[in-house]
């Protein structure tokens, strides 16, 4: 059996937080997420524990693919230290400035 990925449990995770914001009960809860996902009772249980926790559901994030850049050294030490104080990964600062981009582009493009 494959292991989840990061969204595959973010998935699950806001299954079984949609399930117990309608009231549905324990029991009925982690059937419906053991036969909906796959999962043992036990891990539909777990994610219901930890669900209960959430004060909203979280975001799901598509998967990563690892890339290599070459950028001036200015340019590395400015995103360096924008992560670090910012406490976003350096992926996550390209990806938002790419973003911003693309939208830029397509409307003055």
Do not use: C
Not at 16 to 39: D, I, M, T
Not at 47 to 71: G, S, W
Request: proline fraction near 5%; charged fraction near 25%; avoid cysteine.
């Amino acid at each position: 059996m494959s292991r989840s990925t990061k969204a595959d449990k973010a998935r699950q995770l806001n299954a079984a937080h949609r399930l117990l914001e309608r009231g549905v009960a324990l029991p009925e809860a982690a059937h419906n997420l053991s036969h909906k996902f796959g999962l043992s009772l036990r891990q539909a249980y777990r994610y219901l524990e930890e669900a209960a926790r959430l004060e909203r559901p979280i975001e799901v994030t598509e998967a990563t693919v690892p890339i290599t850049l070459k950028l001036p050294p200015t340019t590395i030490r400015l995103l360096r230290w924008y992560a670090k104080s910012s406490g976003l990964t350096i992926g996550t600062i390209v990806a938002r400035a790419l973003e911003v981009f693309w939208n830029a582009l397509g409307r003055h493009g």
